[in-house]
């Protein structure tokens, strides 16, 4: 699968004709980002059977993101069949008979015809299907539900392609705040050997310090302050960042896992590091990381 956002909307429409209906519908479905695959559906009733369907279709085209899927259906039979209110028919009839009855000569006998004018006795029983037609209509809203999937995977692979390119700039300035933090830590054991003969020279009060000595406590300062390692392990991140955007493929978790690496080595740097320029650096880089990462939670 191509890099692609998780965000996203696509909708799609179309229409069937058939000897004793007709059909329309549209299929709409918005994604936003999600640990996993979420599929919320709202369906007619009469169409919850092709649900299982859609979360397979749905998880054929998408590993990840919250989506929210909505169908608006018109279905019509072109030769409504009439439906008779039995229950309502009888009570009308009774009432009927029983007032004839009670007023013979003021009132005429009920008759089949006029009972059946009454509202509500006859209803135009209007989309009834049989199998065949229902297994039609599922069939050709699966295809049309794929069609839309299809056109959310490109909506979401284009704007994947967007983050893909400030995905790209951050980690080259990341790079960069890297070689710079390495070029200032190349010259720390030096400052570091120098500060502290300035601090030795003081406390002693001018006493003569010897070089073997200073050697020394300049060498525990350096392993202290040493961030050697750090970088080197940023810079490995790094090149692994770089073959990821390269692979042109679903990269979101990897990449989220890879910014926490990345974040956890500059707060060593901060800690160890003595020189304020040092640390001014890792602040920016952790800035940039977490920029990173805020890209990073929309990819899939």
């Known amino acids: 699968m191509q890099i692609?956002?998780?965000?996203?909307?696509?909708?799609?429409?179309?229409?069937?004709?058939?000897?004793?209906?007709?059909?329309?519908?549209?299929?709409?479905?918005?994604?936003?980002?999600?640990?996993?695959l979420d599929l919320k559906v709202r369906l007619p009733l009469w169409l919850d059977e092709i649900s299982l369907n859609l979360k397979n279709t749905a998880a054929a085209c998408f590993e990840r993101g919250n989506l929210s899927v909505a169908l608006d259906v018109s279905l019509e039979k072109k030769e409504a069949e009439i439906r008779v209110n039995r229950p309502l028919l009888a009570k009308i009839t009774e009432t009927a008979i029983e007032l004839y009855r009670a007023h013979p000569d003021e009132l005429a006998r009920p008759s089949a015809a006029e009972l059946l004018k009454v509202d509500g006795v006859l209803e135009p029983a209007k989309n009834r299907f049989n199998d065949a037609e229902t297994s039609d209509i599922c069939r050709v809203l699966r295809a049309g539900f794929e069609e839309c999937c299809i056109r959310l995977q490109?909506?979401?692979?284009?704007?994947?392609?967007?983050?893909?390119?400030?995905?790209?700039?951050?980690?080259?300035?990341?790079?960069?705040?890297?070689?710079?933090?390495?070029?200032?830590?190349?010259?720390?054991?030096?400052?570091?050997?120098?500060?502290?003969?300035?601090?030795?020279?003081?406390?002693?009060?001018?006493?003569?310090?010897?070089?073997?000595?200073?050697?020394?406590?300049a060498v525990l300062l350096v392993n202290r302050a040493d961030i050697r390692e750090e970088i080197d392990r940023l810079n490995a991140h790094i090149k692994t960042a770089r073959q990821l955007l390269d692979a042109n493929q679903t990269l979101g978790r990897r990449f989220d896992f890879l910014c926490q690496e990345l974040n956890r080595e500059t707060n060593t740097i901060c800690s160890k590091a003595s020189d304020i320029e040092i640390i001014n650096r890792g602040m920016e880089l952790k800035a940039v990381i977490e920029q990173l990462r805020e890209q990073v939670q929309n990819m899939e």
């Open 154 to 217: 490109s909506d979401r692979r284009q704007e994947g392609l967007k983050i893909k390119a400030v995905l790209t700039e951050e980690v080259a300035r990341i790079e960069e705040l890297v070689r710079q933090i390495a070029c200032l830590a190349a010259v720390q054991p030096q400052q570091l050997k120098q500060k502290l003969a300035v601090q030795l020279a003081e406390l002693l009060e001018g006493s003569a310090i010897s070089e073997e000595r200073l050697a020394q406590e």
């Open 4 to 36: 692609s956002s998780m965000t996203g909307f696509a909708r799609q429409s179309g229409s069937m004709e058939r000897d004793g209906f007709s059909l329309s519908w549209v299929w709409e479905i918005k994604s936003v980002n999600g640990k996993n």
